[in-house]
């Protein structure tokens, strides 16, 4: 059994993470879709929030259980351990995200040399997509729902509602 841990901040999912997870599952059989519980980083959606709006989003791509929802925090690679994962999977977008992925993905091979980082190029469809992006539009008043899955864009309108 193939496992591997796609984490990220998810703050919120996105169908550029949706769609780098369709594609992870052509090639692992379990991936867990882990959020990093960072209590120093301010997000707009509560760690329960983004996770709720993950398991939404992922049930109806009709993997069942070969996708799983958690958080985490503390060292990635000891997660990964504890998950029973040998990869890490991210997504690369554009080239401005190489220099940080390689930064993460070099940093983890020397904390843990038996965990892989695995990238899948982005669906071209969605390579600008990002969370914050998406977040900065929407709360300007911009049209986000085809960017997101159904039930982050529900949630997403009602938050900005909610914060003004
Ligand atoms: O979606 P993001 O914010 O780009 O994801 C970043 C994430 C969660 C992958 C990264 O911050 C992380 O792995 N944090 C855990 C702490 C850690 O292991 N740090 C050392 C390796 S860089």
């Given at each position: 059994m193939r496992t591997a841990v796609y984490p990220?901040?998810?703050?919120?999912?996105t169908k550029g993470h949706t769609s780098i997870l369709a594609s992870g599952m052509k090639a692992f059989d379990r991936i867990v879709v882990a959020v990093l519980h960072n209590p120093r980083k301010t997000a707009m959606f509560t760690v329960d929030e983004r996770i709720e709006m993950i398991r939404e989003s992922t049930a109806e791509m009709g993997f069942g259980d070969r996708i799983v929802v958690d958080q985490f925090d503390g060292l990635l690679v000891e997660y990964c351990k504890q998950q029973g994962a040998e990869v890490i999977l991210r997504g690369l977008r554009a080239v401005a995200d190489f220099e940080y992925e390689l930064q993460m993905a070099n940093m983890n091979r020397h904390l843990n040399p038996d965990v892989e980082t695995v990238f899948i190029m982005a669906d071209d469809a969605y390579f600008y997509v990002s969370s914050n992006l998406v977040k900065e539009a929407a709360k300007l008043g911009g049209d986000v729902s085809e960017l997101v899955p159904g039930p982050v864009s529900d949630r997403l309108q009602a938050k900005i509602e909610a914060q003004r």
């Open positions: 990220g901040s998810f703050d919120p999912i």
